[in-house]
């Protein structure tokens, strides 16, 4: 079994950053990309940014130029640091990573969710 356990959401005013973080756990034997995704309500879950075992990144035009993600691949950890909050940021985020569970086999694994409030 994976596990992914995100932390480092909450409450924030406008302007103000947050860094999220998502440690995966368990048995594997690699993790491919991650990423982190959120869901507004009554929106549908949608790429925030994500990040390959390699390095390279890409992120949600809207996000572009405050949000930055990285990755300890020693840590199996991944981080979304948010700068430059806005009230439409506001979201529960979730961690994703597409885990290599068996040499052959790549399960795509979700952490619980964490809430991003963003207001004054």
């Known amino acids: 079994q994976v596990q992914l356990v995100e932390s480092g959401g909450g409450l924030v005013q406008p302007g103000g950053s947050l860094r999220l973080s998502c440690a995966a756990s368990g048995r594997f034997f690699g993790i491919n990309a991650m990423g982190w995704y959120r869901q507004a309500p009554g929106k549908e879950r949608e790429l925030v940014a994500g990040v390959t075992s390699g390095g390279s990144t890409n992120y949600a035009d809207s996000v572009k130029g405050r949000f930055t993600i990285s990755r300890d691949n020693a840590k199996n950890t991944v981080y979304l640091q948010m700068n430059s909050l806005k009230p439409e940021d506001t979201a529960v985020y979730y961690c994703?990573?597409?885990?290599?569970?068996?040499?052959?086999?790549?399960?795509?694994?979700w952490g619980q969710g964490t809430q991003v409030l963003v207001s004054s």
């Open positions: 994703n990573a597409k885990v290599l569970t068996t040499l052959t086999r790549i399960n795509n694994c």
